[in-house]
């Protein structure tokens, strides 16, 4: 069963910075490519970033620029990075596979505003 468990949100202003970590054990997580969502009360999962095994990364064009996904295969970690942060990035953020999503997380609130 996989178990993921998400941290690093928190309460920052426009323009600041969040680090988010990613932990997800029952998989070979370095055979799996790993990405973060953002969701906001009553609407779906989007995914914002994603990652492969070897490190090629995709963006949405909303965080394009902004944010920076990454990870660590020996330690099992992905994070995302995530820069001049907006009011409208404000969601409760999530790690899981890109494509065929395990269950999910508890996720981490992540709040943007002045």
Known sequence: QVHIV?????????GGSLRLSCEA???IFSF?????YRQDPGYAHEL??????????HYADSVQGR???SRDNAKE????QMNNLKPEDTAVYYCN??????DWGQG????VSS
Request: aromatic share 12%; charged share 5%.
């Open 48 to 57: 914002v970033a994603s990652v492969t095994p070897s490190g090629t990364t």
């Open 25 to 27: 054990s029952g998989i």
């Open 67 to 69: 944010f920076t996904i």
């Open 97 to 102: 596979h890109p494509t065929s999503v395990w």
């Open 77 to 80: 970690r992905v994070w995302l």
């Open 108 to 111: 981490t609130q992540v709040t």
């Open 32 to 36: 799996e490519p790993m990405g973060w």
């Open 6 to 14: 998400e941290s690093g949100g928190g309460f920052v202003q426009p």
